[in-house]
């Protein structure tokens, strides 16, 4: 179960970071060039909150089964930067990531016109972005150095 979970976010890692990214550069080109929130734009932003989504479901339970997530939580780790990672700053990090995008999402469908639905998109995908870039476990992934 564990090893399944782990590879599956792994992979599913992939697939987040890639709509997420592929979402904000088709917004901004999308704003600028005045194309309508509709078809493939609209779908990588929508298909990029369903990825989080599923990343943070399955992320919240690798959590409880990883012994590098809570069941690895202590104040005497907490000096520990690798244990830190894992058991709060990554968690923590990305569950603000995924509620940003699901804030943009949200803003953006009730926004006024297409040009302030992908404005919404470009900013608030794009902070998340950032965030999660900032709290990957580079050190392991994509590939194990
Ligand atoms: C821990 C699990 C999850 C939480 C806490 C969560 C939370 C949320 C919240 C708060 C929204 C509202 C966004 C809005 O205001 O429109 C939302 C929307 C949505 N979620 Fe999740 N979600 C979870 C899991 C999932 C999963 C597993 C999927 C897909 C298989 C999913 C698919 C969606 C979709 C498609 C929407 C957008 C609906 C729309 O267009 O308004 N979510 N989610
Ligand atoms: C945008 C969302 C996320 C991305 C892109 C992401 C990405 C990753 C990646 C690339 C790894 C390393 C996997 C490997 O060793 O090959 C990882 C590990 C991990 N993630 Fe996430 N993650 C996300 C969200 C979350 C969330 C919401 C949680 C928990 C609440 C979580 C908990 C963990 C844990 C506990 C590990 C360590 C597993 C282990 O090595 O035992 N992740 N994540």
Same mark, same amino acid.
């Given at each position: /179960?564990?090893?399944? @979970?782990?590879?599956?976010?792994?992979?599913?890692?992939? =697939?987040? %970071?890639? @709509?997420?990214?592929?979402? +904000?550069? #088709?917004?901004?080109?999308?704003?600028?060039?005045?194309? *309508?929130?509709?078809?493939?734009?609209?779908? !990588?932003?929508?298909?990029?909150?369903?990825?989080? $989504? +599923?990343?943070? !479901?399955?992320?919240?339970?690798?959590?409880? +089964?990883?012994?590098?997530?809570?069941? #690895?939580?202590?104040?005497? #780790?907490?000096? #520990?930067?690798?244990?830190? %990672?894992? /058991?709060?700053? $990554? *968690? %923590?990090? /990305?569950?603000?990531?995924?509620? =940003?995008?699901? &804030?943009?999402?949200?803003?953006?469908?009730?926004?006024?016109?297409?040009?302030?639905?992908?404005?919404? &998109?470009?900013?608030?995908?794009?902070?998340? %972005?950032?965030? /999660? =870039?900032?709290?990957?476990?580079?050190?392991?992934?994509? +590939?194990?150095?």
């Amino acid at each position: /179960m564990y090893t399944g @979970l782990k590879h599956f976010h792994s992979f599913l890692a992939y =697939l987040v %970071l890639l @709509l997420i990214a592929a979402a +904000v550069i #088709n917004a901004i080109l999308a704003k600028a060039s005045k194309r *309508p929130f509709a078809g493939t734009g609209r779908k !990588l932003a929508l298909f990029g909150l369903i990825a989080a $989504h +599923v990343q943070l !479901l399955f992320g919240l339970v690798l959590y409880f +089964v990883s012994p590098a997530g809570f069941s #690895n939580f202590s104040g005497a #780790n907490m000096g #520990n930067s690798a244990a830190r %990672l894992y /058991m709060l700053e $990554h *968690p %923590l990090t /990305m569950i603000i990531a995924i509620v =940003l995008v699901t &804030i943009g999402w949200s803003k953006a469908k009730k926004a006024a016109d297409d040009g302030k639905k992908y404005g919404t &998109i470009a900013l608030w995908y794009g902070i998340a %972005l950032v965030l /999660m =870039l900032a709290r990957i476990p580079w050190a392991v992934w994509p +590939v194990a150095g």
